[in-house]
């Protein structure tokens, strides 16, 4: 089983940014690095008026688009898949970082922003470790914006993750 940790924040948290640095981190360390996105809101794979577009508009259940360095399989669903088994569709990497899906269970990382967010998200024991702009009391790790190295360093010891280089 590949190792998976999310990072959970409320909007504007600073998820994303924190997502991208620990990819570019991970991979300077030579892992390979799955990201998953929790679009609460949609999204859109294509782009208005593309081949691909007119695949889905016509109602294809799965369009996929290959080009000379990427693969993209953009699969079209009536209810949302349980992240458990988007997981199980992902191979051939040492770690999957997730952004958002705070109410699946699994280790997180919150992100607590003191002017951004609403309050300490409640994650129980999934809850492993605090990416926050102010000091935090309690046993949980915690962890600045500016130890992003540290940070991905703890998550490795953690997970046990292996490097397949």
């Known amino acids: 089983m590949i190792p998976v940790i999310s990072l959970v924040g409320y909007a504007d948290s600073g998820k994303t940014t924190l997502m991208a640095g620990l990819i570019g981190i991970l991979k300077s360390k030579g892992y390979k690095v799955a990201a998953v996105k929790h679009a609460s809101h949609g999204y859109t794979m294509d782009t208005a008026g593309t081949d691909s577009w007119h695949y889905v508009e016509a109602g294809a259940d799965k369009v996929m688009v290959a080009g000379p360095s990427s693969l993209t399989m953009h699969e079209l669903y009536q209810d949302i898949m349980p ?54 009391s309690g046993d949980i790790p915690c962890f600045s914006m500016e130890r992003l190295g540290e940070m991905a360093d703890f998550i490795i010891t953690r997970l046990g993750i292996k490097n397949h280089m």
Not at 89 to 112: A, C, M, S, T
């Open 83 to 136: 992240l458990k088994d988007m997981l199980k569709r992902i191979k051939d990497v040492d770690i999957i970082l997730v952004e958002g899906f705070k109410n699946e269970p699994g280790p997180k990382i919150e992100i607590y922003r003191h002017d951004q967010s609403l309050g300490r998200l409640s994650l129980g024991e999934d809850l492993v470790a605090v990416v926050s702009d102010i000091e935090l």
